[in-house]
Each structure stands twice: as structure tokens, then as C-alpha cells.
């Protein structure tokens, strides 16, 4: 078996604020296997996001890795400076976040944000970066990619942005693409088109993909392997079947139960026959 | 940044209390922040000054000698005196007693006028929104000094058309903040919240729309104050409102402007640094009253 | 504590008679667009009865307009055309001063718990408020109440002096399930009350609005995208798309043997928890253009099973079982055939 793509290990981070010190993740590990898609799951403040800006090197404000790694094939990510951390997000990481139209810049065409992102990362004539972003919008399902290439955000439907997003993450060719809630505000028809679409490439351009959710039902049907998180750990790991099948930690059941809301339909199906 | 205090039912009462059952002394206590406890303390001390250093010091305000003309700062005269001999001491200590009256007069007559029509502008969008806004953009187009000048001319030239001069120029400044905060407050969803609990239109506004469209008004309020001083002063030096030999900063201040250049500094250096200091502590005030009101959504 | 429904107890019996506390027919409205040439169709034709103490469900994606619907039952938004009653009176033709006086008994909870509440108002003022406005109630005996509400959504007195920003968003949705419930309104539109809620917390939030549904015998309309909500707390359910209901039924008969194919693509979007269960197969093309008005079906842009006949004109609902309504060509061919191949 290859070595992992993504390797967090003991990865622990404080926010300093006006509060004071606060701990937010403590001892987080987490293994992305080679062209699998992983699923970080965890509701609001159970520190799912922090471990993926951790990983691509974005803490907010006052945040700080006080002990872990994090392992890009094999290389350390932790201690790069901001120019290998730039050169390295976009190159080998690819990231997609959620609500697609406030990550796109709103001033400039689709075409031209993402030949910025050509020239930062790759040696490409201007005729190489056109069809290299006419290839990768194809790639993501977009059918008239020169309409689409020049419009703005904003003209764009949800659906259709997160596409743009998603070629964009993937222009440089990454080994990993990382997904923070990527469908999180898509109505129910398109985030199941974007997440066929993710595992779609995931198998096409053997990727391993990491993905951010609070929904276990994205982990249960796209996902090989999954952690759980509460309150800034990993409660529970490993492969997605034995997990959510057959849960070992307390929250992790609890989080099931309520994901399906089975316990209310079945009461009120019983409530109905009195 | 502010925990809620705990502890707030140690009577135990059969249900909850209408409101914090803490005091009004810890809820004011609460509210205090520097900026509001500075500016109150500067205008305070400028307020107290302007009737305890006349009376008891040995010039009077207004009383000019002739023979102790252009003295430079001494024992005697701790600022020195102008052509006319005025001891400015005293006359820079005196000034706030028309100073701040007129302009906080004319400012808070200006933020009411404004704030009404804002108000009415931002939830009338149709005739009361377009027409004020056209008011508005026809008073601000002329140039505030020579519009004050015209006003005073038409009206006369009393203390009290200053003040009218004053509220006019700042009508529009408080329309448009308070207006344009209304327009985003409506559309808020608490706002549409409150119309499905049956409030009334007038209630609405009162209790929902104005309280959280006010902030920028009362910013603004401190740095209107610091412009009407000075425009008051600029007024003084065409000859408009307030006269020789009543003191006030801004005629001081132009009044010595011709000196500086021949070496006589301290005529309009200790008004200017009154003045300036005036200035400091209403926007330290407004900034600090804003805070005050801010602090239970941060 | 005061009833402030005993005024008008009359028009009450009359509509308990009739056992329907909400009815709408053939509700219209459009929102013109800025440019004003390809208008927004929020609501076209739409009806529906909801009896009283139960609840019905509306689901629909973004652009659907089961936000419009839920606004103009409360009289929120005014309609283009057509008839709404609830609880035996006519919202659609009401006087701005009789409607503010009904909303006692007609209550909406929002989506965004915190977005819904005043921020300088705490917990305290923000459920007193409906008391104010409807009831006598003053001094204690409005204390009481109050604290009597906080109890009843589960809510620790001790948060009464707090400002929204300083609760969690559950408890910020129980002060707007508490506002509501203040004056015992007997109507309740819920538009998507847990949208926004980790899944933890939804499950409490539907759990207390069951409760209370049967401690208070309240009537619901439910709105969400959700399916797994609808599954749970609603009766019946209607499916909405671009502003027309495509299909109306029992949930749980319409959730497992749906007639209509948009309304079988929103249950096969659906993504189980459980890996076993797989979502379907195909997955449907296109997204939803609230512009797009052909004459025909409106799902015609985006259904696989489109023929040349959906696109002359938009078919009406049709009885497929008993209960159980379709807008759909299709339903009548085949009402009783199933032709959906292995979607069970």
C-alpha cells in the first residue's frame, strides 16, 4: 500500500483573542489515503474547519499550531514560510469552500481569476492558459465553457459557480483536493450534481479529496473513510462502513440518530395509528 | 467582551424578573468606557472653566486696556494679551459659554430635523424619500459658509438665526446617514419579524427601526460639533453672529491669524488649542456614547 | 391569563366546522424584477387546505416560492390574485388594523433564529413584546407568562436578561418559538426553523415543536428543503417548483410512491445516513431558472421523461390515489402503475 496523500498528526491550535487563550483543536489526527475521499465530519465548533485551514497554512488571526505535523506526501507543511505555503496551495492542495459566489472574486471574469492562478503556479504561453481553463471547465461538467469564461460571479448560479470553483482548485493538477462543506446552501438537486461531480474526478484524476461536512449522509454515500469530531478532536475514525454502521464512541451514535430524524418519524407514524 | 452577570436570581422568584434585575448603577457601570468618560470629563472641565475662571480671576472678559496691547504670555496674562489688550486667559476660558451653547443648539436642532426626515425618508420611499433627498442634495450643493452668511443676512443677525444656521447646513448630513441605515434596517428580518407579531407602523419604527439605525448619527453628531464650532468661527470673522467683544474661540483665533506671522503667536495658539481640545472631546463623546449603546451585540 | 381570542368567538365555531384552519386557493404573485421584463413568478395557482392541529409540509428548492406562499398566509406579503382564509377569516381582503390584530393567533418562525431577533431586545423584551401588543397582561402577571414560555420551550430562566448574540443558535430559535407561541396562536408557519441548526440541535428544536403541537393542539405549515424534516414532523406534504405545487399528498405515501418526477428527483437527491441505502441512480440535469416560462409544464426544462404534450400546457393537479395529487401528464395514463423501476 502507497503512503497516505495527507497525514495530520497530533496537530493541536490555540486562537489568542481578546479572551484569552482558547484551545480549539487538541491532538487531531487524520490519514487521507491515495486517490480516496475522506470525510471530516462535526457540527458548529467541533473544530473540523480549523483543521483544514491548518493544514493549508490559513489560521485566522491569533491562531496557532502549538504541536502536530501535517504531511503533503510526505513533506512537512508545518514551519513552511508564506511563499511555500502560497506556492504549495494551488499547486499540490486544491480547495474548494463553502458558498462558491463569496469565493470568487466579483470584480473580474471567471476566465481571468483563473489564469491569475495559472501564472502564479505555472510557466504557461497565453494561448496554454486558454485552453488549459477551456479544458479544466469541460472537465467540471460546464458545457458552453466560453460563455462561462466570461462571466462574472455573479451571473453564475450557485450550482454553476461551484463548478468554476472547483476547475479553478484543479488547474494545476493537485494531488489533494480539500472540500469544506462544499455544498452547504445548494438546493438538494445540485449538491448531489457537485458531489457526483467530485467523485467523478476523484476516480478520473485518481484524486484524494478530503472533505468537510456536517452531513453524515455526504460521508455515507461519497466517503471511503471518515473522522468525527467534537469539541476539537477525533472521537472516531476509520473506515466510513464499520463506522457509521456500527459506531464505537457515544457522540458518534448520538450525531447518527439524529442525522436520519428516524426516532420523530417513527413517533409520529405510531402517534398517527392512535 | 461582556459575560452577562451571573447570579441575577439569587431571590430565587417564582419566575423571571422583567428586566436585569441588576442596578442601575451596575448597568451603568457596564456601559462606561474611556472615549465616554474622556470627552465627558474634557467638556466638563471646559464647561466648569467658563464660569469659575472669570469670576474669580483679576481681568474681565470683555474688558478691553489698550495700554497692555500685544503682551506676550507672562505672569500677569498666563496667554498674553491681543491689540486690544483683552486678557485671551481669561476671554479663552469665558468662550465656551457661547461656544458650546450655539453650537450644540444648532447641531442637536440639525440631528432632530435630520433624523425625523431620515426616518420618514427611509420608509416612505416614494414621494417623502425622493423629495427630501432632492432637499438635501440642493442645501448641501452650496458652499456651508456662504449659505450660512445668506441665511444670517435674510434672517438677521441674532445669536439665535446662528443657531438656525447651524441646524439648517446639518439637516441633510443626519437625512442621508439616518436614511440610508433605515433603508437596510427595514429589510432587516427582525424588522419583518416584528410586523408578523402585530406591531403597529409607528411602533415598528420607534421600538425596531430607529434604536438600530442611530449609530451612525451619533458618530456623527461629535464631528458636527467640532465643524460647528468652527464654522461658527469662520462666521465671527465675516462679522455674522457672534460680536466684539463677546469672546469666542474662532474670532480669537482670526483675529490674532494676521499676528503670527509678526511673532504675536499666543493670540490665536491658546484658542486654537481650546478649541482643537472642544473638538477632541465630542467625538471622543459621540464615539463613546456609541459604544455605550453597542455593548450588548458585541 | 386573559383569552384573547374571545372577542370573535363566532367566526371561530364557524371554522371549526369546517375543521380547516388554513385554506388557500388559487393564490397568486408575482414579483416584478428590476428590469421589468422577465417577471418572477412566486406563486401560480396555488392551493391547499390545512385542518386544524395538523401540520403540512411544503418542500422545494431555492426559487420555488414556498417562502411567498408562507409570507401571504400570514398576510406578509400581499397576493396578486386569489383567496386565503385562516382560521374562518380572509387574510387576502383584510384591513391592515384587523390583520395586525389577528397575527395573535397566527405566528410565523424564521429561518435565521438570529437574524429574526431585534439585537437590543434580550430574551426577556423579545418574548414579552407579542404580550404587549395582544394581551393586558402587565407587571407579574406578564413576568409569569413569560417565564411560563421559557419553560415551555426549554429555555433556562437564567437566560431571560440575555442579548441574542449571546445564545446559541438553538436557544436563539427557542426565543423565536417562545415569541411565537405567546399569545397561543393556533396557526404556526415554521419556514425552515432548523435550516440553519447543526443536526443535534434540529432534533430537539422538531422534537419541542412536536410537543407542543399536541400540548397545544397547534396547526403547522412547514417549510423546508429538508426531506428528512418533513418526513418527520408532517402528515402531508407538498411538493413546490417555480411556483406552481407539483404534487400534494400523505408524506409518507408521496415520499415513497411519488407521481411526479420532480418530486422523485428531490427524494432521489436525498442522501441516507445509512451507506446501504443508496441515493438513485440518476441524478437530475440542469438547475432551476426562476425566469424560464415556456406556457408549458414548469418542469419541463429539466424532466427526463418530457414529451412534445408538456410543452402546450401546464397540466393540473390530478387525484393519482386517493388523497394523493400530481401536476403531471403522466398521472393520469398510468395512476396506479408505478413507473419508477427499483426507486423503492
Redesign the interface.
Known sequence: MTAPALVVRDLSVEITGRDGVTPVLDGVGLELRRGRMHGLVGETGSGKSMTARSVIGLLPPGGRVTAGSVQLGGRELLGLDADELREMRGASIGMVFQNPRTALYPMITIETQMANVLKAHLDLDRRGRAARIRERLRLVGIDDVDRIARSYPHELSGGLAQRAVIATALLCDPDVLIADEPTTGLDATIQRQILELIAFLQSELSLSVLIITHDLGIVAQYCDTVSVMHDGRVVEDGDMRQVLLSPQHDYTGRLIAASDLRGLHAQRVQDARR | ?NP??AG??EAAP?????????GFAKRLRRNLNPPLLWGAFIIFVLALGAYVVPAIWQFGAEIANPREALLPPSVRHPFGTDRSGFDIFVRVFHAPRIDLTIVVLGVGLGALIGIVLGVAAGFSRRFMGEFSMRLADIVQAFPLLILAIALVSLGGNSLTNVVFVLAFVNAPVFLRLVRSRVLTVRE???I?????????TT?LVFR?VL??SLGPAVVQFGVSMGYGILTLAGLAYLGVGVQVPTPEWGSMILGGAGYITTGQWWISIFPGIFLASAVFAFNLLSEGIEQAREV??? | MSDPRNHDASQDTAAVDNAVAIAVEGLNKTFPTRRGVLDVVAAEDVGFTVPYGRTLGIVGESGSGKSTVARCILGLTPVDSGRIEVLGRSITDAPAKALRSWRSEMQIVFQEPYESLNPRYHVWEAVAEPLLLHTDLRGTDLARRVHELLEQVALSPDLAGRYPHELSGGQQQRVNIARALATSPRVLILDEPTASLDVSVQEGVLRLLLRLQRELNLTYVLISHDLKAIRAVCERVAVMYLGRLVEIGPTDEVLSNPKHPYTEFLIGAELSVDPDVAPAASVVRGEVSTTERTGGCVFTGRCPLVTSACHKAQPALTEATPGHDAACILVKSESSASRRPGAD
Not at chain 2, 14 to 22: A, C, I, M, N
Not at chain 2, 192 to 200: C, E, K, M, P, R
Open positions: 467582551m452577562p452577570p441575577r436570581h417564582e419566575f423571571v424578573l422583567p428586566r436585569h434585575s441588576e432587516q428580518r427582525y419583518q419579524a416584528a410586523v408578523a407579531l402585530g406591531n403597529s411602533r425596531h434604536p438600530n450588548h451585540l458585541r
